[in-house]
């Protein structure tokens, strides 16, 4: 109960202060900020489906040494509340810290974005906050648009299934993969725009998935559509039990530059999972610097 008041507290006072996204390390290119200088982004989010609610706090700090390239250091923090069924209870803790760097080239062509980020054991791998081990992720966007309209492709590769804003897994890996995310955004109405994509994450070697919702003292539970997550805290396997595709569909709102509210919906074909997910964020340092002037 206390658990569950301090995760409700934190999404208020995250609203209240205007925090950005973190999570998200490469966004489109098209909406980059072309300032140069110290950044600072905060994002509160969360995805609820079946398996419990996962919720995470990611704040970032970087620098941007011109237009085009800049890096950032951050840390997530989790709170994790894992459905009756799993046989779990809730819990929070830190994640691993990362490092990355990226790079925006905005084009009339054709947009590029490329983010490479690492991060460092920290987390408990008992609590699915870690791999245990270091992790990596290199992923590129192209997009282009026209008018309203920016189609767009991601496609990268990991030793890790990499979290999205519109879906913070009840599990997370440790093994390569290549990951592939295509679709697009469309611009509603001023500041309202919406997004649908499709992904696949494909492995391939040697897997490890970590549970974030079954706990780490407890014999395998009953596992649907192949969500080993489910049954046992970590698993070794193959390529196919850390293989995913699905879709998903967004709202956005950004009434102002530096605020920014998502809610999305996502469905994991594989597991046969519907999940539900929301994000706060606003971007501290480009707000920090208008106040300033």
């Known amino acids: 109960m206390v658990r569950n008041k301090l995760v409700v507290t934190l999404a208020i ?8 996204s973190a999570q998200t390390l490469i966004k489109p290119v098209s909406s980059a900020s072309p ?13 609820s489906d079946s398996d419990g ?5 990611n704040s970032s700090v ?10 950032a250091v951050g840390t997530p923090v989790y709170f994790i509340n894992p459905s009756s069924s799993t046989g779990g209870s809730s819990t929070s803790g830190l994640g691993d810290p990362y490092l990355a760097f990226h790079l925006k080239y905005p084009g009339s062509a054709l947009n590029f974005g490329s983010t490479l980020a690492g991060a460092a054991p920290v987390g408990d791998s008992k609590k699915g906050l870690s791999t245990g081990r270091a992790t990596f992720d290199w992923n590129n966007r192209f997009e282009h648009g026209f008018s309203d309209l920016t189609p767009f492709v991601e496609i990268g590769i990991a030793n890790t299934t990499p979290e999205s804003r519109m879906f913070l897994r009840p599990y997370t890996t440790l093994g390569f993969n290549t990951h592939v995310n295509g679709g697009a955004g469309y611009d509603v109405w001023k500041f309202i725009s919406v997004e649908a994509s499709g992904y696949d994450i494909i492995p391939s070697g040697q897997q490890t998935v970590f549970s974030r919702v079954h706990p780490s003292q407890g014999n395998g539970g009953t596992v649907h559509h192949g ?8 698993t070794k396997g193959g390529a196919s039990i850390a293989q995913d595709d699905g879709f998903s569909a967004a709202i956005d709102a950004s009434p102002v530059h530096d605020f920014g509210v998502e809610l999305a919906y996502t469905r994991s074909v594989v597991y046969d999972l519907n999940s539900v997910s929301f994000s706060i964020d606003v971007n501290l340092g480009h707000l920090y610097r208008k106040i300033q002037k």
């Open 53 to 57: 609610q996962v919720y995470e706090l």
């Open 13 to 20: 006072i995250t609203a209240l202060v205007s925090i950005t």
């Open 62 to 71: 970087g620098y941007n040494f011109n237009p085009h390239f800049g890096v």
């Open 227 to 234: 969500r080993v997550f489910e049954g046992n805290q970590q």
């Open 35 to 47: 300032e140069s200088g110290v950044t600072a982004n905060v994002e509160f989010g969360g995805t």
